[in-house]
């Protein structure tokens, strides 16, 4: 089981960096698929970044080239650089922690933090 905490979220402004983070309480933390979701308003959930056990991570066509998930299983924490943020990012960003080998059902879910991106 894992507990999680988002921080970092704010008001940002167009092409200035955010630095999101999120730390895990729980064992084993190296077995999870860690991810950063984001959620528009009364839109469903939708994935931004995902980080499995190795170094690289997988992105959403509209953040590739502009976030960057990493993750320090030494610490349990895992963050996401948000470089230059454009307005449609604004969303609450929650953190998500996936069994290996399991669905997205099975996961948990930090208590999200709002990101705001305006000028």
């Known amino acids: 089981q894992q507990q999680l905490v988002e921080s970092g979220g704010g008001l940002v402004q167009p092409g200035e960096s955010l630095l999101l983070s999120c730390a895990a309480s729980g064992s084993s933390f190296r077995l999870y698929a860690m991810g950063w979701y984001f959620q528009r308003s009364e839109k469903q959930r939708d994935v931004v970044a995902v980080?499995?056990?190795?170094?690289?991570?997988n992105y959403a066509d509209a953040v590739k080239g502009r976030f960057t998930i990493s993750r320090d299983n030494a610490k349990n924490t895992v963050h996401m650089k948000m470089n230059s943020p454009k307005p449609e990012d604004t969303a609450v960003y929650y953190c998500?922690?996936?069994?290996?080998?399991?669905?997205?059902?099975?996961?948990?879910w930090g208590q999200g933090t709002q990101v705001t991106v305006s000028s």
């Open positions: 998500n922690a996936r069994p290996s080998g399991r669905p997205v059902s099975e996961a948990y």
């Open positions: 980080i499995g056990s190795g170094e690289s991570g």
